[in-house]
């Protein structure tokens, strides 16, 4: 799969954003899991939310639990991720992944995109 992400930007503290993972090379997201890790300066990876693309069961990490929301338009072949109440802590790179391992796609997603820049301002 090629994973193509979009809808960064920059938002004052409380704000929102709804970033968008798109499959480019033709293919369905069925049967992958796709979610969503990120990176702040000077900080490793972290995994953020992935769903199952056939169960929509979906995971988050504390941090976001309650303020992001995973979900999928399976017409449109994308995952979402909307992000409420975003913090300052909340500014990285967000990179949407794919795997077809329930296990990797939390830890060593096989399939990266470009990242999106996700900036909170205080």
């Known amino acids: 799969v090629q994973l193509q992400a979009s809808g960064g930007g920059l938002v004052p503290a409380g704000g929102s954003l709804r970033l968008s993972c798109a499959e480019t090379?033709?293919?369905?997201?069925?049967?992958?899991?796709v979610g969503w890790f990120r990176q702040a300066p000077g900080k490793e990876r972290e995994f953020v939310a992935r769903i199952g693309w056939n169960s929509g069961t979906k995971v988050y990490v504390d941090s976001v639990k309650d303020r992001f929301t995973i979900y999928r338009d399976i017409a449109r072949n994308t995952v979402y991720l909307q992000m409420n109440s975003l913090k300052p802590e909340d500014t990285s790179v967000y990179y949407c992944?794919?795997?077809?391992?329930?296990?990797?796609?939390?830890?060593?997603?096989?399939?990266w995109g470009q990242g999106t820049q996700v900036t909170v301002s205080s």
């Open positions: 090379s033709g293919r369905t997201f069925n049967p992958y899991f």
């Open positions: 992944v794919a795997d077809l391992s329930i296990v990797r796609i939390t830890t060593a997603p096989s399939y």
